[in-house]
């Protein structure tokens, strides 16, 4: 099974300030999708952003983008000038391309704080 | 109502109880999951359901039944829990094409917070 790996369980960043958080995963496909999803305190779960594996453009998505590093097995999320709403859990997920691919392996998440 | 839902909310059981779960979604999606979200654990994938047909069973207690009676719901039936049963129950759903489950997004709902006394 693929697992996902985010090392940093909390991080903390001033408003309108840059920070980066890191997911690492573990593979042997070549085809996937890799996800940020961003949990606030009510619990929903939202999509950040999504990015194809055979895709080599880093997605990007207003405020947030990433650095997809495909041979590295990385994929980070930067969010670009913090805001307080921005403060949640947020979750790396894989899902593979495969037909078999329905779950969604997350990873254990990176609680972010954004200070005024 | 938009996207998905779930009701209820926030939900206590006895061990001896019977009660189920509800999850409706508004996007026109034909696959539809249960997520376990447990502390300090990663989510768990429980079912998915793709065209209303079970397609995954992730070594789920018996104790837990899912049912999907069309397209855009499923329920969580619950029965006989143990307290460490207790966690919030995400459900999601996403448009899988002829190309790949792989390939849509899920999109969750909000959760149902579950504590077995």
């Known amino acids: 099974a693929q697992t996902v790996t985010q090392s940093q369980p909390e991080m903390s960043v001033q408003e309108a300030e840059t920070v980066t958080l890191s997911c690492t995963y573990d593979?042997?496909?070549?085809?996937?999708?890799l996800f940020w999803y961003k949990q606030p305190p009510s619990r929903q779960m939202i999509l950040v952003i999504r990015?194809?594996?055979?895709?080599?453009q880093n997605a990007t998505e207003n405020r947030f983008s990433v650095n997809f590093q495909k041979a590295a097995k990385s994929f980070s999320l930067k969010i670009s000038d913090s805001q307080l709403g921005d403060a949640a859990m947020y979750f790396c997920?894989?899902?593979?391309?495969?037909?078999?691919?329905?779950?969604?392996?997350f990873g254990k998440g990176t609680s972010l704080l954004v200070t005024p | 109502e938009t996207g998905v839902t779930q009701t209820p909310r926030h939900l206590v059981m006895g061990m001896t109880n019977k009660k189920s779960l509800k999850c409706e979604q508004h996007?026109?999606?034909?696959?539809m999951y249960w997520y376990k979200q447990s502390a300090k654990k990663p989510l768990e994938l429980m079912f998915v359901?793709?065209?209303?047909?079970?397609?995954e069973n992730n070594s789920v207690p018996s104790r837990f039944s899912p049912e999907c009676p069309n397209s855009s719901h499923l329920f969580l039936h619950l029965h006989t829990l143990q307290p460490e049963d207790s966690a919030l129950y995400l459900c999601?759903?996403?448009?899988?094409?002829?190309?790949?489950?792989?390939?849509?997004?899920?999109?969750f709902g909000p959760g149902t917070r579950l504590l077995v006394l």
């Open positions: 997920a894989y899902r593979s391309a495969s037909n078999s691919g329905y779950a969604l392996n």
């Open positions: 593979t042997s496909e070549s085809d996937y999708y």
């Open positions: 996007l026109g999606h034909n696959a």
């Open positions: 999601a759903s996403s448009q899988d094409s002829s190309g790949g489950a792989g390939q849509e997004t899920q999109y």
């Open positions: 990015q194809e594996a055979y895709k080599q």
């Open positions: 359901y793709s065209l209303e047909e079970r397609v």
